[in-house]
C-alpha cells in the first residue's frame, strides 16, 4: 500500500509538472503528457479498487 501511494504522489507531481510546463511554454505537448499520465493513473486506480472491492465480495467463508 505504501508503494501505491508513492506512486499516487508521484503521478501528481507529474501531472502539475506538465500542467506548469504547458503554463510557461505554451506547447501543447506538455498538456498532453499531464493528460496521458492522468489517464492512465485513473485507469490503473480504478482497476486496483475494482479488485478490493472483489476480494471483499467474492471472501468465501470456511
Given at each position: ?5 508513492l506512486?499516487a504522489v508521484?503521478?501528481?507531481?507529474a ?6 510546463a504547458?503554463?510557461?511554454?505554451g ?8 493528460w ?16 478490493m ?10
Amino acid at each position: 500500500m505504501l508503494i501505491l501511494r508513492l506512486l499516487a504522489v508521484v503521478v501528481v507531481i507529474a501531472v502539475i509538472g506538465g500542467i506548469v510546463a504547458y503554463l510557461f511554454t505554451g506547447e501543447s505537448r506538455f498538456i498532453r503528457f499531464a493528460w496521458r499520465v492522468f489517464r492512465y493513473a485513473l485507469i490503473v486506480a480504478l482497476l486496483i479498487f475494482a479488485l478490493m472491492v472483489l476480494e471483499r465480495v467474492a471472501v468465501i467463508p470456511l
